[in-house]
């Protein structure tokens, strides 16, 4: 015979760390025929920001090996529902032998031809919540390779699937086993149908004159159980392959949502419920504050985020507790939407561009339709937040400088605006952005994201600027000859911490 040797390989995937079936990476292989030997090589990098990641930790990479379907893992060790036969697999773990690089090697001799499946998945991380774009996250790279060596020419006998089989010697039948090699249903018992005493092979059971009738029926779901009440069974895709799985949920694990060892309570999912959606409340100070101080479309923007924020989190729910009262997809958009327009206006209304422009609510329009547009593109990039705030800041910060060089004084001009208002609302803006991009998980999501509610709302009553006095000028005095003197109101402070009585005197002379 002739020894031919084929190579095929594909190309390097991002790994996801395991939290179900939905996180792996999916690889397809074909064995030939002929094949003797089969060797993946399995190739395993970081990288960082382009670069290579030198400096990213060492994560354990598994890879599953299946023939004619994928893999059936369970690397969390769950419990499976009853009565649910789990197919092998052969498994592999690479560990790191270089900073950035390392490979691993999987031999089968005399594989079966046809369809080879290979699953791949990190660990499973501590549920860190981070914010997209805030720093340059590892990315740990997955690239299989395939060497076959094929020997032609020779005739090789390989053992088949037995989906069914039957013998009549001497007018005498058996049927043997029938097995479905599917991996998402229940696998049946054996079916056994046996005629006569003799012609059977030795290893099944003893024959009798007795005919036996057997009928089977057999059907395919695609998730076992539906999932259950605590899961919901997703159509997934990696790249060309479509599949089902379940997605649990209220800490409910397994292949079919039915572990429940770490299954939330209802207590404790009403709690965390109650808590998202009541920190809210928070807001109705500054949308006091801002109607006594007459900013009113603040106050509406206020009110808008308020109410979107409450429903999102009732609707957001991993658990039985939820209420919807519009679709998801809506109510975040509304709710993340409400959170940045809440931050622009506030910051303008600081700016205090009234005097200056007399068209300051083209701003605002023009904040709400450019948060818009970008929450289309990415509702978790960092720069939807940091974008608008910089800028809005940008803004402020233009504006208290034209009136300090104009004033020739410090603006805003008190100190006990800075020391009770500006410093302890910045202060609380600055610790609820820490906590919401360093702190937060998915273990404590429910109670750092409720004090994210109270820090946020609570910073905006402390930032909002008092109630605007309009200015008051007097009619010009009567002129004299050779100069004239006009008796004017000074321009009212915009903090409205001076008292509006103190005048100035121009003298304005003419020739």
């Keep these: 015979g002739l020894f031919v040797t084929d190579y095929f390989t594909r190309t390097p ?7 179900s079936f939905a996180s792996i990476e999916l690889f397809h292989f074909h064995i030939p025929e002929d094949t003797v030997i089969a060797v993946w090589n399995l190739i395993t990098f970081k990288e960082q920001g382009g670069t290579f990641g030198d400096q990213c930790p060492d994560r354990s990479i598994t890879v599953y090996f299946r023939s004619g379907a994928p893999s059936v893992i369970n690397p969390l060790h769950t419990h499976f529902p009853r009565d649910t036969a789990v197919p092998g697999s052969f498994a592999l773990t690479l560990t790191w032998t270089l900073p950035n690089r390392t490979t691993g090697v999987f031999n089968v001799t005399s594989p079966l031809p046809g ?24 990315q740990y790279l997955f ?12 005739a090789v006998l390989y053992p088949g699937h037995v989906t069914e089989q039957s013998m009549a010697p001497h007018n005498r039948s058996c049927l043997y086993k029938v097995f479905v090699p599917s991996y998402t249903s229940r696998v049946l018992v054996e079916v056994l149908q046996c005629r006569g005493a003799e012609g059977c092979p030795l290893w099944l059971r003893p024959c009798t004159n007795v005919t036996a009738e057997v009928y089977l029926r057999a059907y395919l779901s695609p998730c076992i159980n539906d999932c259950g009440i605590y899961g919901q069974c997703k ?7 479509l599949y089902a799985a379940c997605e649990c949920k209220a800490g409910w694990n397994g292949w079919g949502c039915t572990d429940n060892a770490e299954a939330f309570s209802y207590g404790f999912q009403l709690l ?17 504050i801002a109607v006594r101080s007459h900013y009113l479309l603040e106050a509406a923007v206020y009110i808008f985020t308020m109410f979107f924020s409450t429903f999102y989190h009732a609707c957001d729910q991993p658990g039985i507790v939820v209420f919807c009262i519009m679709e998801y997809d809506v109510l ?44 289309q593109m990415d509702r978790h990039g960092l720069w939807n937040l940091l974008g608008p705030s910089l800028f809005a800041l940008g803004i402020m910060a233009v504006a208290w400088t034209a009136r300090t060089i104009r004033r020739r004084h410090c603006y805003p001009p008190t100190w006990k605006r800075w020391a009770f208002y500006l410093c302890p609302g910045a202060l609380i803006a600055a610790a609820a952005v820490l906590l919401y991009a360093f702190v937060e998980t998915e273990e404590n999501y429910f109670y750092i994201h409720s004090i994210w509610h109270l820090l946020i709302a609570g910073s905006v009553g402390f930032l909002l600027p008092p109630r605007a006095k309009p200015s008051r000028r007097l009619g010009p005095l009567p002129r004299r000859k050779g100069c004239g003197y006009q008796l004017c109101v000074n321009e009212q402070e915009e903090l409205g911490l001076v008292d509006p009585a103190v005048a100035s005197i121009n003298s304005i002379c003419t020739s």
């Design 115 to 138: 369809d080879w499946f290979l699953a791949a998945h990190l660990p499973k991380d501590e549920g860190k919540i981070s914010v997209k774009g805030l720093y340059e996250e590892c």
């Design 143 to 154: 690239q299989p390779q395939l060497i076959v060596q094929r020997l032609v020419n020779i």
């Design 235 to 241: 159509l997934l895709r990696t790249n060309n392959y």
């Design 272 to 288: 965390s419920t109650l808590l998202l959606c009541l920190s809210n409340v928070m807001f109705v100070p500054p949308v006091a």
């Design 332 to 375: 975040q958009f509304c709710d993340f939407l409400g959170s940045l327009m809440s931050v622009w206006v506030t910051v303008i209304a600081m700016a205090r561009l009234q005097p200056i422009v007399k068209q300051a609510s083209v701003l605002y329009l023009l904040g709400a339709m450019l948060l818009s547009m970008a929450l």
């Design 13 to 19: 995937r991002k790994l996801s760390p395991f939290r």
